[in-house]
């Protein structure tokens, strides 16, 4: 199995911005079959951001407009630019590969990942 490992989060403050990266081990079945999530503290793990092998993206309502998914054209990384960040975004971030059956969705159901990364902390400051 590919390891996942996420880089890049770290201590901002509000409306500043932070890019994650999300380097694979080794290749993928696509870097457009996989999803960011993050889990704040007390609380479930929520999907922020998906995307499917048809170039489709998915972003959470609390993050749209703020956070892009977008895939290395080279290298076997994705990556999640967030912007105009929040306290509110404070959370550890995950990146996951989606089961390949679901890799035409955009799904941000936890059992639909198979492969995650061990996360990234990003605290935001108000």
């Known amino acids: 199995q590919v390891e996942l490992v996420e880089s890049g989060g770290g201590s901002v403050q509000a409306g500043g911005s932070l890019r994650l990266s999300c380097v694979a081990s080794g290749s993928l079945y696509s870097k457009e079959c996989m999803g960011w999530f993050r889990r704040a503290p007390g609380k479930g793990r929520e999907g922020v951001a998906a995307?499917?092998?048809?170039?489709?993206?998915r972003y959470a309502d609390s993050v749209k407009g703020r956070f892009t998914f977008f895939p290395d054209n080279v290298k076997n990384t994705v990556y999640l630019q967030m912007n105009n960040l929040k306290p509110e975004d404070t959370a550890t971030y995950y990146c996951a590969e989606r089961r390949i059956p679901v890799c035409g969705s955009t799904s941000f159901e936890v059992d639909d990942y198979y492969n995650w990364g061990q996360g990234t902390q990003v605290t935001v400051s108000s």
């Open positions: 995307i499917n092998i048809s170039g489709g993206r």
